[in-house]
C-alpha cells in the first residue's frame, strides 16, 4: 500500500522518533510504514490521518508495496 507518511512527516519537521512518539508505535514502525514494508491497522490509521488532519484515503492508497 503506497501512503504519504513520509511526505507529510518531513513537511511537519518531525523525525521518525519524533512521529513515533506521538503515534505510540516505535521508530522501527514508522520506517517499516514509510517504506511500504508494513501496512498500519485501520486504529493506527485513523490516528495517522487525524495527526496529519487528512483523511484515510488522502494519505494511503491500495496499490502493490515494495
Same mark, same amino acid.
Given at each position: 500500500?503506497?501512503? %504519504?507518511? &513520509? $511526505?507529510? &512527516?518531513?513537511?511537519?519537521?518531525? =523525525?521518525?522518533? @519524533?512521529? *513515533? #512518539? %506521538?503515534?505510540?508505535? =516505535? %521508530?522501527?514502525?514508522?520506517? *517499516? /510504514? #514509510?517504506? $511500504? %514494508?508494513?501496512?498500519? =491497522? ?5 490516528? /495517522?490521518? *487525524?495527526?496529519?488532519?487528512? &483523511? /484515510? $484515503?488522502?494519505?494511503? #492508497?491500495?496499490? @502493490?508495496?515494495?
Amino acid at each position: 500500500m503506497k501512503n %504519504r507518511v &513520509r $511526505e507529510l &512527516r518531513t513537511a511537519k519537521g518531525w =523525525s521518525q522518533g @519524533e512521529l *513515533a #512518539e %506521538r503515534l505510540g508505535v =516505535s %521508530r522501527q514502525t514508522v520506517n *517499516a /510504514i #514509510e517504506t $511500504e %514494508r508494513y501496512d498500519p =491497522s485501520l486504529p493506527l490509521a485513523f490516528v /495517522i490521518a *487525524a495527526l496529519f488532519g487528512q &483523511r /484515510i $484515503e488522502d494519505l494511503f #492508497e491500495p496499490g @502493490e508495496t515494495k
